[in-house]
């Protein structure tokens, strides 16, 4: 029965293109053209807080909190009164909590998450998931992601 299956789906012309051993459908072509085509990811860090000459070149800055931010940690915020104004509106619970825009050339957006430092595992990656799902919004071409008080 497995078989016969597994031929229906290999002889199916919606997936192969006409039925023989010679032929492939341009869909699939097209898909491997774009694999072979695709720019490597290029990952790059920087420690300490991010100047503002960093920050010019990013197009999306993904700012993850604590959940509790002690006033000094405010200082390595980008635009932090904004920031801190837009936090205290927010909706409890929220991922992300704010998004706002630096005032640079690029117009650089930034989505600030809060996360418990104890969090298990999985809520962190559903907060992590969450956040960069937030970034899909607007095509990005450089993406950054800035921890603090952790």
């Not at 789906?9 to 192969?16: E, S």
């Not at 991922?95 to 706002?100: G, I, L, S």
């Not at 998931?129 to 899909?136: D, E, G, N």
């Amino acid at each position: 029965m497995i078989g016969l299956h597994v031929r229906q789906v290999l002889g199916n012309p919606a997936y192969y293109g006409p039925i023989g051993s010679k032929w492939v459908s341009s869909a699939m072509t097209s898909l491997a053209e774009i694999i072979n085509n695709t720019k490597p990811i290029k990952v790059s860090q920087v420690t300490g807080s991010p100047s503002r000459k960093t920050l010019e070149g990013i197009d999306q800055l993904l700012v993850v909190l604590p959940a509790r931010i002690p006033a000094a940690l405010w200082r390595k915020v980008p635009q932090r009164n904004k920031t801190q104004a837009l936090m205290r509106r927010a909706i409890p619970g929220r991922t992300p909590a704010a998004v706002t825009r630096l005032n640079n050339k690029r117009q650089t957006a930034v989505l600030v998450g809060r996360v418990d430092a104890h969090a298990e595992a999985f809520d962190r990656l559903t907060f992590a998931r969450k956040l960069v799902a937030a970034t899909a919004s607007e095509k990005a071409g450089v993406l950054g992601i800035l921890v603090l008080g952790f």
